[in-house]
């Protein structure tokens, strides 16, 4: 297999090293690809070129149009190769083709709004209580941007970061997760064919703790924006301390999904399940805590475990295919040992908590649809991540009782409740601290709108307009058009 490499000042680059790494398909775990596996060294050069493609290059004085239209351009190559870059993605991470396509589309859309938005700030002038002044603000790119982006939506999560930087007039180090970097390659090779200079987009591959601490750490990076888990979000956020570079993080969520006794039960059902099904259950936006009305629980659990039990598990290339393999042993490990505790803690297993028997299946990373039920809210279960197709489900008899559980954790990337009320949805959606909060639907999100947590589940926000912000600095131009000697010191 011919080595994948990095990209630095425009110039493919396997790593000083030489060290490569093999990119696995969770479904079957044959290797797929073969890509360069960085090092230090290697960020700090594609760092150093980033730096002078700030400092000196022609992006960030290019006029935003036609920055604009560089973007466009790579959208449209995007669309012209969604269904390699779908397959790509669907063989390295295993979520199903379909997925992967919807991801492509929309990613494409990410690089359109924001190319439309690179020319819209037109600065504002503010009416300045100085006479004969003038007072002018303005936002400028924020500089170099280290961008570090996990395995779960590869491309998507790069792209929330890289188009609006572009956009902005900054240049870019970005660092796929080490065990999903092709859709990444991919699209760095199409950055080049859009015509972005050389220095503006260096792609460097390899580990976290190494590669991905190195853009934290680093003096010459201005911004770090990255995706992940929560522990390596503080790491990142203690190493950005170093500059007081700014930070972006969207980190993990444990997202309460609530249904009244009043709600539509057919549809609320059908979305407690698309909550969190869609790639095995590994979205931060997960709605695996579903709490339930006392008037509903039973029938709902019952139906819950009725529809999980025929959920199709296979290969995600294939039609048909609904829930795929778990992205890597360690991270089924990592499932199986949160269904260990969800045991231990007295929570009822109802369905699934083992690997599905068909043979067929043997050699991918799955773990069955599992459903817990009788969880109380302070059980680790209900409380961690567990990132996987396992959900738990809370009984309740108030609404107070739902808020006031919905909220007691330290995340709040989003929630959603399903009810006919008004009133209810009135003082719900303003009680629940969250990023996101959906009513009478979940896990519905698109570009325009500012995508972000609440608490430990993150700092800033991607999407929308201030997607775009988070890439600036503000600048404050003020000029005295009649400046006098006022003769206060030494006169
Ligand atoms: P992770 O934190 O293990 O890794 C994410 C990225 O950080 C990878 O590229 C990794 O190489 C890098 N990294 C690891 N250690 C590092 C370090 N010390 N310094 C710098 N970089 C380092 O997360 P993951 O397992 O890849 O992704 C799953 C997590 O991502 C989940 O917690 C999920 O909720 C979260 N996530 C959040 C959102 C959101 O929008 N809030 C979206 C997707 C995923």
């Not at 970005?174 to 065990?179: D, F, G, L, Q």
């Not at 269904?339 to 991918?364: H, Q, V």
Request: glycine share 12%; aromatic share 8%.
């Amino acid at each position: 297999m011919t080595e994948k490499t990095m990209h630095i000042d425009g110039v493919w680059t396997r790593a000083g090293s030489a060290a490569t790494r093999d990119i696995i398909n969770p479904f079957d775990q044959g290797v797929i690809a073969v890509v360069s596996e960085g090092g230090r060294e290697d960020a700090r050069d594609a760092v150093d070129a980033a730096r002078q493609a700030f400092d000196r290059g022609p992006w960030p004085r290019t006029p935003g149009a036609e920055r604009g239209r560089v973007l466009m351009r790579l959208a449209g190559l995007i669309e012209r190769d969604a269904e390699e870059l779908a397959r790509m993605e669907t063989l390295n991470t295993g979520k199903t083709l379909e997925e992967s396509r919807w991801d492509m589309a929309d990613i494409a859309g990410i690089f359109r709004y924001f190319a439309g938005l690179a020319d819209k700030d037109g600065g504002e002038v503010i009416a300045s209580p100085v006479q004969d002044s003038t007072s002018l603000v303005v936002r400028e790119p924020v500089g170099v941007c280290g961008q570090i982006s996990p395995w779960n939506y590869p491309l998507l999560q790069a792209a929330w970061k890289l188009a609006p930087a572009l956009a902005a007039g900054c240049t870019v180090v970005m660092k796929p997760s080490e065990i999903t970097p092709l859709t990444t390659i991919k699209v760095t090779e199409l950055c080049v064919e859009a015509g972005i200079p050389d220095g503006v987009v260096n792609l460097v591959l390899g580990p976290g703790a190494t590669v991905g601490a190195e853009l934290a750490e680093s003096p010459d990076v201005d911004l770090i924006s990255f995706t992940g888990g929560i522990e390596t979000g503080k790491t990142i956020m203690r190493a950005a301390a170093g500059n007081v570079k700014k930070v972006a993080l969207e980190l993990g969520g444990k997202n309460p999904n609530i249904v009244f006794d009043d709600a539509d039960f057919e549809t609320a059902l059908d979305y407690l399940l698309n909550g969190v099904f869609f790639h095995a259950g590994q979205i931060c936006s997960a709605g695996a805590r579903v709490m339930l009305q006392d008037g509903i629980h039973d029938r709902m659990v019952e139906a819950l475990r009725e529809r999980m039990s025929r959920i199709r598990l296979g290969d995600g290339m294939v039609q048909g295919t609904r829930m795929g393999p778990l992205i890597s042993a360690a991270h089924r490990d990592k499932v199986e040992g949160y269904i260990r505790i969800g045991r231990e803690e007295g929570a009822r297993l109802l369905l699934g908590g083992g690997r599905p028997s068909d043979p067929a299946l043997a050699r991918g990373f799955f773990v069955e649809p599992t459903l817990f039920t009788d969880c109380a809210n302070d059980m680790r279960i209900v409380q961690e991540e567990v990132f996987g197709p396992v959900i738990t489900v809370e009984r309740f008899s108030t609404e107070e009782e739902a808020l006031r559980n919905a909220n007691s954790t330290i995340y709040g990337l989003s929630a959603g409740f399903w009810t006919r009320d008004p009133d209810r949805i009135r003082r719900m959606s303003a009680g629940l601290r969250f990023g996101t909060v959906w009513v009478n639907d979940f896990n519905v999100y698109f570009t325009q709108a500012p995508w972000g947590g609440f608490k430990q589940s993150g700092l800033g926000r991607e999407l929308g307009r201030m997607g775009l912000e988070e890439y600036t600095e503000v600048k404050h131009v003020f000029q005295n058009h009649n400046a006098r000697p006022v003769h206060w010191f030494g006169a």
